[in-house]
């Protein structure tokens, strides 16, 4: 019996006693393991944030080692071309490297768009566009192959041009409109048989009366040109009453040819200091400008982009740049974060007026 008992009970016992130390001692080992291993990562990471300090300040330094492109999505001569010439110029005589304008015309810029967003984010391939390329285009055309946040890094704007609401004082049907108010009041006389011109179906002349029309509850017609100085011909030659203009409109206001009415921007333009905005006669908010400026790939190393946008500020600012670039519209620079918040709040505001008014690219 004592064998019996023996036997069976004894290896019951024994290996219980054997494996539980032999477990503990792995799992020590084990949590060892992982302690020295996360210790190892934690200054493997800390070694690599000390290298790049040194590493960026390095790569600052030494940018740019040859030719930058500077894309524009239009033509030569046109606003964006002349302001890209302008800046590229100071900056290549200040950084010592050629920035080479490369004229990529057409899609209202989108084909330049689509070059910069798939270009190596190197720090040589530009952008200079206007505001329609970046805050229009998404909400206008479908087929649009670039995510203005999501590709590009915004640097800075350089010139913001603002439109000037016009009427021919020589119309007899205008002659007596000297104010928004009494623009809005013959349109609620007559809804929906004023016409207004603009120079072009979804450009930024058609939003801003659009967005007026949708403020004042007023409703006209719209009479697209082939661009803003056909649109100006047309309200000289009394086929429409209004017309939100360029700035190209200021002569021709300062001669008695035109009627300024308002601006479109927040503040009034110095070349028109009586003419009132567009929220002083009576829509607060109401801030609409034509801009140019300037953005890289959206992985363009940090360091380049604050030395880009630094530069670009300082020539913006100079005052032999400044006259030069007087002839495109108001200097204005923004800071990276502000221009960022710019382009949300404009594409916000250009989605809401092209939805409610349906507008439609051609």
């Known amino acids: 019996m004592e064998t019996r008992l023996r036997n069976p009970v004894r290896p019951l016992i024994m290996i219980p006693e054997r494996a539980a130390p032999t477990s503990m001692h792995t799992r020590r080992r084990s949590l060892g393991r992982e302690r020295m291993q996360r210790t190892a990562r934690l200054l493997a990471v800390i070694a690599g944030l000390c290298a790049c300090a040194p ?5 600052a330094q030494k940018y740019p080692t040859r030719p930058i492109k500077i894309m524009v999505g239009f033509s030569a001569g046109g606003p964006v071309d002349v302001v890209a010439r302008i800046i590229g110029d100071r900056l290549g ?8 304008v490369e004229n990529r015309a057409g899609a209202n810029g989108m084909i ?34 670039y995510d203005p946040e999501k590709d590009f890094a915004p640097l800075t704007t350089v010139v913001s041009a603002p439109l000037v609401l016009v009427v021919n004082p020589e119309n007899p049907r205008t002659a007596d409109i000297k104010t928004v108010a009494d623009l809005v009041a013959a349109a609620k006389a007559r809804p929906g048989e004023l016409a207004y011109g603009s120079g072009g179906n979804g450009n ?4 801003a009366m659009e967005l007026l029309g949708q403020k004042a509850g007023i409703k006209m017609i719209h009479v697209p040109y082939r661009g803003g100085a056909a649109s100006e011909v047309g309200i000289l030659a009394q086929e429409v009453l209004a017309v939100f203009d360029p700035l190209s409109a200021v002569p021709l206001v300062k001669a008695g ?64 740049v400044a006259e030069k670039l007087g002839s495109q519209g108001v200097v204005s620079v923004l800071s990276p974060a502000e221009y960022a918040a710019k382009i949300a709040k404009e594409t916000k505001e250009l989605a809401e007026v092209v939805a409610a008014a349906n507008i439609k690219a051609e």
């Not at 930024?204 to 939003?207: D, K």
Request: glycine share 6%; hydrophobic share 50%.
């Open 93 to 100: 005589n200040k950084l010592g490297q050629p920035f080479v």
């Open 204 to 207: 930024l002349a058609h939003l």
């Open 55 to 59: 590493a960026t300040e390095a790569l």
């Open 112 to 145: 330049a768009a689509e070059g910069v967003a798939r270009a190596d984010a190197d720090g040589y391939t530009m952008l200079a566009c206007n505001s329609s390329t970046i805050t229009l285009n998404k909400t206008l055309f479908k087929d649009i192959r």
């Open 257 to 320: 040819k035109l009627r300024a009415l308002a601006v479109s921007s927040a503040e009034r333009l110095p070349s028109l200091p009586d003419v009132p905005t567009v929220a002083e006669a009576g829509y607060p908010g109401f801030d609409l400008s034509f801009w140019v400026g300037f953005f890289m790939p959206k992985a363009t190393p940090a360091p380049i982009l604050e030395a880009l946008h630094r530069e670009i500020v300082a020539a913006a600012r100079d005052p032999a």
